[in-house]
């Protein structure tokens, strides 16, 4: 059974700190999704990562994807108070989803 | 272009009911995948449409059931509700050669008391 683990489970960040949340996959995907999620509201696609070594970037978040370590990172720089949401990460194409990453982001 | 819609926004039930849940997939998706998520959890798949047939269903009793219809839109069905079915159900649609990228609409909230 394919399990997804993410941690932190919740992170408490200072404005124009940066951070990395984890995510761990226990069998074999081809492709990782990082979604985003506001209170109360639906998910927004982030990153799609499709191959071993895969880097995207968008804003303060920088994705990346180690098939071989079945892990996948998603970077923070320098934040800000509107990325405070919860973060998921999926696998495969029924995708699987991560415990989530809530976090929240501090003047 | 139109995004993922669903209906109704919210919806409340007696236990042992019965409630239809509808989706309507952006524009040229055929493809449209339901997921359950409770209070403080990630979505759980339940199950995957493709081309009106059933493509993949997660861990979820035969109670939940759905249907694609030719213009891909969908529904999803759940009799004999239990309290523990109180959640946000999610419904998002794809299409081939997008890698699976899945977008997502705005949910329905239902609660069974």
């Known amino acids: 059974e394919l399990k997804v683990e993410q941690n932190p489970l919740f992170l408490s960040m200072q404005e124009g700190k940066n951070y990395t949340i984890y995510c761990n996959y226990s069998?074999?995907?081809?492709?990782l999704y990082w979604y985003r999620q506001d209170p109360g509201k639906s998910l927004e696609s982030l990153f799609v990562l499709l191959s071993n070594g895969a880097v995207k970037q968008e804003g303060r978040l920088m994705a990346s994807l180690d098939t071989k370590a079945r892990l996948s990172t998603l970077h923070i720089t320098a934040a800000v108070h509107d990325l405070s949401a919860t973060y998921f990460c999926a696998v495969s194409n029924k995708l699987i989803f991560g415990t989530g990453t809530l976090l929240a982001v501090q003047p | 272009e139109t995004g993922v819609t669903q209906s109704p926004t919210h919806l409340i039930k007696t236990r042992g009911q019965q409630v239809t849940l509808r989706c309507s997939s952006q524009?040229?998706?055929?493809?449209v995948s339901w997921y359950q998520q409770a209070l403080g959890q990630g979505p759980q798949f339940i199950f995957q449409?493709?081309?009106?047939?059933?493509?993949g269903r997660g861990n979820f009793p035969p109670r939940f059931s759905g249907l694609q219809f030719p213009n891909y839109s969908s529904e999803l069905n759940v009799n004999a509700l239990e309290l523990d079915d109180s959640a946000l159900y999610l419904c998002a649609s794809s299409f081939p050669g997008s890698y699976n990228e899945q977008f997502f609409g705005p949910g329905t909230r239902l609660t069974v008391l």
């Open positions: 524009s040229g998706h055929n493809t």
């Open positions: 069998t074999t995907s081809d492709r």
């Open positions: 449409y493709y081309r009106e047939e059933e493509n």
